[in-house]
Each structure stands twice: as structure tokens, then as C-alpha cells.
């Protein structure tokens, strides 16, 4: 069986089932922009039946998560493990492209839910020998899928076990593309929770859209520029950005993880050493707690070691009286 895939670079990928993985071998011609290696391999993970639909509709529509990766292979590991834990009923694949020196491949088929905390999720892994931007990655992986549903998933940021829901869930009423606010950031490096003002303007970026197939065949969009043109190749949004509608801080939590290897450089809030209480705030809080909506059950470090310092960090921020009367008077 042969899947073309229509993308800028032709690519032609033979699937060969191989146990838990499908595994092809084609070639990538390098279009306009590519830093070339020496020729190339496509691997496609496995794709698992649908998953029986439930919660109050009546079927619930395939969703696909997009991950694009250099690098950064526990990273990676752990993003897939955030998505295998998502509560999402219907059928949730997670589609990464790949264009590190080494596949991931081997660790994929390695993997153990002993080291994780959840089974590997259905995966649909594209390696390229080939350099491409952020955004060419971007098209690649939607391309490259037929969900319904597509999300953009940063291999780095940490998110709500239901955000593929919560995001489905914004579709009936006539929202073709949303994007979670970006209300906080977590610095790794510094183990410091920075928090936006609420006085300044809302903040969405590429690394949590949702939307509709349809509506993206439908009016031809694509990721980002040219790696030359844009300098660091990130899938910016530009030409229809005023397509996406913002979900709030306080519909949707998520942490916003900055990392030395992190694209925005740091700069996406602001920080705020006095912030003060809104609702936004109080949801990551309640959001955060044990038990709550964050996948705790994950044993990697990356997302341990986020939750447990933003935990800390509130924790500071809590001790504040303004905030302990905020939180008391909703509770």
C-alpha cells in the first residue's frame, strides 16, 4: 500500500506492518529552503480501531494531535504519554514529524508504560533525513492524517488531561479554530512561576490550536514560511490569525513551559512578582492540585518536575492575603 502525501516535498511512503509500528522507506526531494542530508526514512506508528464513543454526544469526532520535534527525544516521549492520557472519548492519534540526526523509532518500539505510566498512544511517526521548518513540519503532519479534528501539541508544554475535549466540545458552536490563552509561563531553568497581568492584551500563540478539517481544506491555509525567510522557521499564523477565536486562562489552564531550547525565547509574559487574583489564576490553581486536572499519573521528569515547581510556586503565591481571601470566597 502506498500513501501519497501532497506536500511542497514529494514523499511516498511504502507501509509495511512490523509489530506494533509500520515502518516505510521512501525518499524526500529537498524543496526551497531544506538543509539537506543524505537521503531519508518515513515511519508510520500504529493506528489502533476507534475508540467507542461516550460522554453526552452521540459520537465524538477523530482527533489527531500534531507534534513537530528536533532533538528533543524525551521530550517527545513524554509529550506522546501526555496524549495517551488525555480523557478524550473518541479516537485520539498523535501524528509526529521528526528531523533529528537519529529516528526515534527503536525507543518507540521500546517503549514501556513501567518508565511512562501509560501505554504508548496510536502514533503516526514520520522521520525525515531532511531538515524542514517548524511551519513546512507543521503542514507535513496535517497532511499526513484524516481526523477531523486537528490540534497543535508543543513537545514541551504541559496540558489538562481533557484539553482535547474542552477544545472539541468549542466546535459546535460555530468555532471553525480556537487557541488556549497563554495566562502563565514556567522557566525550567529558573524553577519561577511568571504570571501575565490581566491588564495586558490576550495572548495566544501556535502551540495550542484546535481546528476543523474542513475549515482548513477549505480555505487553503498553511504553516509559517520559508526557514530563509523567516529566520528561525516557526509556523506563524499571520495571513489568518483572525480566524482563531481565544479561549481564556480560565476556561482552559495549560503550562506554558520556556526551556533553554525553547523557541520564544522566554518572552512570551511578563512577569509579575505582585500579581493579583483573578480567575484565571484560580483555575490553574484548582486546575493544578493534587488530583485535579494535570496528568499526574506521568512518571517522566519533564512533567514531574513541572507540576511539582508550579505547585511550589502557587504554593508563595497563596501565602498572600489578598489571594487567600480571593480563594475563600469562592470556595
Known sequence: MHLRIPFAASAVIAAVSAGALRIGHGFLQPPCGLISRPGSLAIQ???????????????WPAVAALIVTFERPELLLEAL????????????????VDDSACSLEPRLREWSSELTGIPLPEVNYLYLKDRLSIGAKRNLAARSTDAEILFV?????????D??????????????????????MYS?????????PPTLPQLVFE????????WWESNRW??????EVSGQGEGTLEPWWQEVTPLTGAQEPFLYIYLPSSV??????????HPQPDERLFELANAIREGGRFPDQLKGPHVKGALQGCRACLGQMLDDPDWQRTFSTKE
Open 222 to 227: 498553511s504553516f509559517g514560511e520559508p526557514w
Open 81 to 96: 504519554a501526555q496524549i495517551a492520557a488525555q480523557r478524550y472519548p473518541g479516537r485520539v492519534e498523535a501524528v509526529v
Open 163 to 184: 484539553r482535547l475535549q474542552r477544545q472539541v466540545e468549542s466546535s459546535p458552536s460555530g468555532i471553525a479554530c480556537s487557541a488556549i490563552e497563554v495566562s502563565s
Open 207 to 214: 502551540n495550542t490550536l484546535c481546528f476543523t478539517r474542513a
Open 188 to 196: 525550567v531553568p529558573k524553577a519561577s512561576l511568571s504570571l501575565r
Open 153 to 161: 501539541w508543543d513537545d514541551d508544554d504541559v496540558f489538562t488531561v
Open 45 to 59: 506508528g500504529r493506528r489502533s480501531c476507534s475508540a467507542s464513543c461516550g460522554g453526552q454526544r452521540e459520537s
Open 264 to 273: 520564544s525565547g522566554g518572552t512570551a509574559t511578563v512577569l509579575d512578582k
